[in-house]
């Protein structure tokens, strides 16, 4: 297992239209993480799953977003109706979840732009 | 919740040099990480340091819990090592993800 991956790495899309994205994490890792990131700031906290429950989401999920986790192991983030302000990338991360082993480990991110 | 603060926000070395980069936050912790973002945009892991002192190889690492600080030594600067570093928290209730600071740009010039 050589890390976290996401797919796409790139994402172009127009205005309206709806995205999905996948994350693979560590395979050992039970907690799974989304963050978005625009330009000049540092990642944002989106939610995060441990298994495959969803134990939390930020305000700034609105309803547009929608994450999954279905077995416990990958996951998808979908934005429906995509608007411009959703251009950023989105970052995915993983732990063991047990303190002190929390270490959080990022994939590459999936850069989208909104036309 | 949690604060984190990153100075400086912008940083210049030339080659060779050393340079000190400051994480303060606004509550007890138990997880801090120093990440190093590179041009493509991956978050790399520099350092898993809620407390004490950390090295690896140009780099180290203190954090100082009870003063709620954090300090990332840069020794030896080379152009490879631009980019932008974060320091990011995670407060004591331990089931919270982690909070960014801004972030310090490092430009390290030949």
């Known amino acids: 297992d050589t890390g976290v991956s996401q797919d796409p790495r790139h994402k172009i899309t127009k205005r309206g239209q709806n995205v999905t994205f996948r994350c693979d994490p560590i395979?050992?890792?039970?907690?799974l993480y989304w963050y978005r990131q625009t330009l000049g700031q540092g990642p944002e906290f989106l939610t995060y799953?441990?298994?495959?429950?969803?134990?939390?989401k930020s305000r700034l999920l609105s309803d547009r977003f929608s994450a999954e986790r279905p077995k416990g192991s990958f996951s998808t983030l979908e934005i429906q109706r995509t608007e411009q302000g959703d251009s950023a990338m989105y970052l995915c991360?993983?732990?063991?979840?047990?303190?002190?082993?929390?270490?959080?480990?990022f994939g590459p991110g999936t850069r989208l732009t909104v036309l | 919740g949690i604060q984190v603060e990153q100075s400086p926000p912008d940083l210049i070395l030339q080659e060779g040099a050393n340079s000190t980069l400051r994480c303060n936050f606004s509550?007890?912790?138990?997880?801090l990480q120093w990440f190093h973002q590179n041009p493509w945009g991956q978050l790399i892991n520099l350092f898993y340091?809620?407390?004490g002192t950390k090295q690896n190889g140009r780099l180290s690492a203190t954090t100082v819990a009870t003063e709620r600080y954090s300090l990332l030594y840069i020794s030896s600067s080379q152009t490879t090592d631009s980019g932008v570093y974060f320091c990011?928290?995670?407060?004591?209730?331990?089931?919270?993800?982690?909070?960014f600071g801004k972030g310090t740009r490092l430009s390290v010039i030949a």
């Open positions: 340091i809620p407390s």
């Open positions: 990011a928290v995670v407060g004591n209730s331990g089931n919270t993800p982690l909070v």
């Open positions: 799953f441990q298994n495959e429950a969803q134990l939390e």
């Open positions: 991360a993983s732990s063991l979840g047990r303190i002190p082993y929390n270490e959080q480990f």
């Open positions: 509550d007890s912790v138990n997880n």
């Open positions: 395979s050992e890792h039970n907690r």
